[in-house]
């Protein structure tokens, strides 16, 4: 316990006092500061030029941007546009492409054109004969009715409906609507070869050949493709005229191949020729077709409506249905191959983020060919410096821990390929196995995903490895995998915006995430990184300071710096120019581009760790215990006083030891500067001015009149020095001897 020559006072109150004194250890304000610098981050990302459209739609996580150590991101619409073109047809006999659907013209045309002596409304039916093909020889007859067959069935087997739309000059043009780009390009695709599709409503669908309607059908049932059918079907009824009902009933589908190739009638060329468009990088549909007679449709439609009721178990019963009367033996017609165009800059892109060190991971809903030919056209596997292990149609789990060890063997030249069902039987019972092969991998290629095993792999990766994890996606089947990542990024695109709206952050392409990682997240975390350092060794300076003056008063909890001094230090005094660390930068954009190693240094957070604390912590003991001890021992000796405890600090020694505080934080913000800002001068400038300005106004703490002579003055100095000299020499030595990737890079 303390006394004093007048009373006694309890140990407890001692202990009290100095808990408040050196409150200022505690900083603070640091999560105020912070929240601000979010913000500020925030809105520079926001108005960045570079990134168009980009939305900040949580402010609370930018620093985490310059972390990142694996990204996922889905194919259709995030790596590529979802922009489908309809670029080859294969009708068995032959494969059309490029300059050839020329010849496909030619065949819808003397399929479709009027015949000489034909009957005046009369329109084409399934038993309506060739037409002009009739005149053809025999094999360009049989070549020309499948290609005929096909684009007629991809005119009718859709959920498209066309509209009519008038421009501002009142030119009418027509547009398509449907759920799915596939649709509207293979819709688009018959309108260029000649059969538009004129009309739609629930019940009929028209189609115009030079601008005359050609066929009409009635829509009697329609047969929605959904994720686990991966197929649609329609049954249509032809007519012979724009009134007249003929007695043509045909079921037309289309689907995956997976799907449809069980279904297909015996044929030698659908799988072959699926693997080679696949290979190419397009999507590809398989289309059959059953003609039906009256009776038969009468019968389906009869078990249909009986399973349609069933109460229990109805999606199994129509299924039933289907297999039983539509879905067996369809005639094959043929496949489409689309395209889907990449995202622009998609290549550099992604060359550049592996690059940068992150680990990609492509997780997808298309075929495993499909999604390899993607990653080599995009770059997101190397062609010539990697090679693709494909893990693929697993169906025990003793096969799972064999297929793993070429991965072992070189994982640093090794990307995967792995289908969904694998992938289900890793992570039920080998997770731990799956991850220690694949973590170390520069590329992942997951294939037929759903939806669950995205968001399954995005936890799995975080939990396994104390990473921050990043996903990238546009649709809402994303969703769930954004939410379950450090950091959601949501591509506004042609699937809607519930990936945008429910992501951190909304860009509107793939390749704005690069800026967004390397230059915004960069900057964001070392800010932040400095700021709060500096927050905690402004508190722990003043903290020492108080240190040092209380054991100069044999341990009596007396205040040094109190009310305004200790307000005034931690606001208008510092806290402008230590904010302004925000805008600072240690390179430049170009340089973040050109050298996208830089990021391998934010993923260790060298520039947050225990040990730059610790270097911190050693510099505001440093200069807590020079300005203080330096103040004390420099300052003239005050008259002895009457108490055996002084009322409070000499004002001569507090004048000379607060002043060089501030000097002494000003000058460590502008040491620690690499970019300077005009805001930056301005801060300094301003915040020096305001104290020198404030300073005739603290006559209360501070002996004024000694401010004039130069006894002060030479001591101000020597402190200042012997606090901040040795601090900035040696960190010009440290750069010096041990400059560090970006030293190397900025010299």
């Known amino acids: 316990r303390f006394e004093n020559d007048k009373e006694e006072r309890p140990w407890y109150v001692s202990v009290m006092r100095f808990l408040i004194l050196f409150s200022t250890i505690v900083p603070i304000s640091l999560r105020v500061n912070l929240d601000m610098a979010k913000s500020v981050y925030a809105y520079l990302i926001h108005r960045d030029q570079g990134i168009p459209g980009t939305i900040v739609r949580t402010s609370t996580i930018p620093e985490d941007l310059g972390r990142i150590e694996y990204l996922l991101t889905d194919k259709t619409g995030t790596l590529t546009r979802n922009e489908m073109e309809l670029r080859k047809v294969h009708v068995g006999s032959g ?176 799988d072959e020729e699926v693997g080679n468009m696949a290979r190419e990088g397009l999507r590809t549909l398989v289309i059959g077709r059953k003609s039906l007679s009256l009776t038969a449709y009468a019968s389906f439609a009869s078990a249909f409506h009986a399973a349609s009721l069933s109460l229990t178990a109805r999606d ?60 080599l056209s995009a770059r997101l596997v190397s062609a010539r410096s990697q090679t693709i292990h494909p893990i693929l149609a697993l169906r025990s789990p003793s ?17 995967l390929l792995i289908d969904g069902a694998s992938l289900a039987l890793y992570l039920s019972h080998h997770p731990s196995a799956f991850l220690a092969a694949t973590l170390p991998l520069p590329a992942v290629i997951a294939t037929r995903c759903t939806p669950s095993q995205k968001a399954a792999i995005t936890s799995l990766i975080r939990s396994a490895t104390g990473k921050r994890v990043m996903a990238i996606g546009d649709g809402g089947n994303d969703v769930s995998m954004i939410c379950a990542a450090d950091i959601g990024i949501g591509i506004e695109g042609k699937e809607g915006r ?91 954009e170009r340089l973040t581009n050109l050298y996208p190693e830089l990021y391998h240094e934010l993923q260790a957070g060298k520039s947050l760790s225990y040990r730059t604390f610790a270097v911190w912590t050693a510099i505001s003991l440093y200069q807590g215990l020079v300005i203080q001890l330096g103040a004390q021992l420099l300052a003239p000796s005050a008259p002895a006083s009457t108490s055996a405890v002084p009322a409070g600090p ?38 020096a001015l305001l104290y020198a300005g404030s300073v005739p106004f603290l006559g209360g703490y501070f002996a004024l009149g000694w401010v004039i002579q130069g006894g002060f003055w030479w001591r101000l100095g020597v402190l200042v020095s012997a606090s901040v000299g040795p601090v900035y020499v040696g960190g010009r030595v440290r750069r010096w001897l041990r400059p560090g990737i970006v030293g190397k890079v900025r010299g």
């Open 316 to 375: 199994k019963a129509i299924s039933r249905v289907l297999s039983a009367h539509l879905e067996s033996v369809l005639h094959p017609l043929g496949l489409t191959a689309i395209e889907d165009l990449l995202q622009p800059l998609i290549k550099p892109s992604l060359e550049t983020l592996r690059n940068a060190g992150l680990k990609i991971w492509m997780l997808t809903g298309d075929k495993p060919e499909t999604a390899r030919s993607i990653a």
């Open 399 to 415: 096969l799972c821990l064999p297929a793993l060890q070429p991965l072992l063997a070189s994982p640093s030249t090794t990307a």
């Open 95 to 270: 494969s059309y492409g490029g300059e050839a659907m020329d010849e496909v013209r030619e065949f819808v045309r003397l399929a479709f054109a009027k015949e000489e002596g034909a009957v005046e409304g009369a329109l084409w039916t399934p038993s309506s004969g060739y037409g002009e093909l009739a005149s053809a020889t025999r094999t360009r007859r049989e070549i020309g009715v499948r290609v005929r067959d096909l684009v007629l069935a991809l005119a009718i087997c859709h959920n498209v409906t066309p509209t009519i739309d008038e421009s501002a000059d009142g030119e009418k043009k027509t547009s398509y609507q449907a759920s799915s780009p596939d649709e509207i390009a293979i819709v688009q695709w018959t309108e260029a070869v000649g059969l538009r599709l004129a009309h739609r409503d629930r019940r009929t669908m028209t189609l115009r050949f030079a601008g005359a309607t050609v066929v009409k059908v009635e829509i009697l049932n329609i047969f929605p493709f959904t994720s686990d059918s991966k197929r649609m079907g329609i049954i249509v009824h032809f007519y012979t005229s724009l009134t007249q009902p003929g007695e043509d009933i045909v079921f037309y589908q289309k689907g995956a191949d997976t799907v449809m190739s069980p279904l297909l009638a015996a044929n030698d060329y659908i």
């Open 650 to 687: 000499d004002p001569k020694m507090l004048l000379l030891s607060y002043t060089a505080l501030i000097i002494n934080e000003l000058l460590m913000v502008a040491i620690s500067i690499d970019t300077w800002h005009w805001s930056m001068w301005v801060s300094i400038l301003a915040t």
């Open 498 to 588: 519930q990936a945008s709206l429910a992501a951190d952050f909304s860009v509107t392409q793939f390749s704005h995430v690069v800026k967004l990682l390397l230059w915004h997240g960069r900057n964001s975390y070392k800010r932040s990184a400095a700021l709060g350092q500096f927050i905690m060794h402004r508190g722990l300076l003043i903290s020492v300071a108080q240190t040092v003056f209380s054991i100069h008063l044999a341990g009596e909890p007396v205040a040094l710096y109190r009310d305004w001094l200790l307000v005034g230090y931690a606001t208008v005094y510092t806290m402008m120019p230590v904010f302004s660390l925000v805008l600072d930068r240690d390179v430049d």
